[in-house]
């Protein structure tokens, strides 16, 4: 499986897991409060959501494009995402490119979600029965089971850390699958054979021509 294809297909296992988490976006996420419980708290109540969107005579994508985009960004710590998905490039980078590669990379993770959100319908999340210990006080990390329909149940670890006294999620591993090395692996091989502008000019390219309206295109 080549780096594109796997990228993809852990993409797509986040449409049903990071959406997860989405749904306690509309209240801020203290420090004190658990990771955890806020991952099994919001389930039940996105996947509810699903269902629904995936029962209605026609979905409204571009609905649950902006629920997506708006419920997400609160969650996930883009700049810790983005960060580590250039590693070594993200040092060379100047304020501008970190700017424009966040944004673009946000853009497309989002898309992503919502293109194939509508196929997690059923899905279920439990915690798995041992939790790993927390590595600190600013760092912690959620294993849940996550049941997808006709598929063999898949442990996902969700990486949160504390910013500005919240917890956000920085990464997701899924199935032994690590994103962020993914994404590192991917981005590296063609930051060094194009440059950085041209893989932001890319992202930005494939987000217009797939918002909602556009005609599809690849992802």
Not at 7 to 16: D, G, K, P, S, T
Not at 88 to 116: D, I, N
Request: charged residues 25%; contains cysteine; hydrophobic residues 40%.
């Amino acid at each position: 499986m080549n780096h594109r294809i796997t990228r993809i297909f852990c993409v797509r296992l986040l449409a049903a897991t990071l959406v997860i988490l989405s749904a306690g976006s509309a209240r801020a996420i203290p420090a004190e409060e658990s990771p955890t419980r806020l991952v099994m708290e919001t389930s039940e109540l996105v996947l509810k959501v699903i269902q629904e969107e995936t029962s209605a005579p026609e979905p409204d994508l571009a609905r649950l494009y902006s629920l997506v985009y708006d419920a997400i960004l609160p969650v996930l710590d883009f700049d810790g995402f983005a960060k580590l998905s250039l590693g070594r490039h993200w040092r060379r980078a100047t304020p501008s490119q970190r700017t424009q590669f966040t944004e673009e990379f946000k853009g497309m993770l989002v898309r992503t979600y919502t293109k194939y959100l509508l196929d997690y319908a059923g899905t279920r999340v439990r915690l798995a029965p041992r939790q790993p210990a927390p590595p600190g006080p600013k760092r912690q990390i959620v294993k849940v089971i996550i049941s997808l329909p006709g598929e063999a149940p898949l442990e996902v670890n969700y990486h949160f850390r504390r910013v500005k006294e919240e917890w956000k999620a920085y990464n997701v591993v899924i199935g032994g699958f690590n994103l962020v090395q993914l994404f590192r692996r991917e981005f590296g091989e063609e930051i060094d054979q194009k440059g950085l502008d041209a893989v932001i000019e890319r992202l930005a390219t494939t987000n217009v021509e797939n918002a909602p309206g556009a005609q599809a295109g690849g992802s």
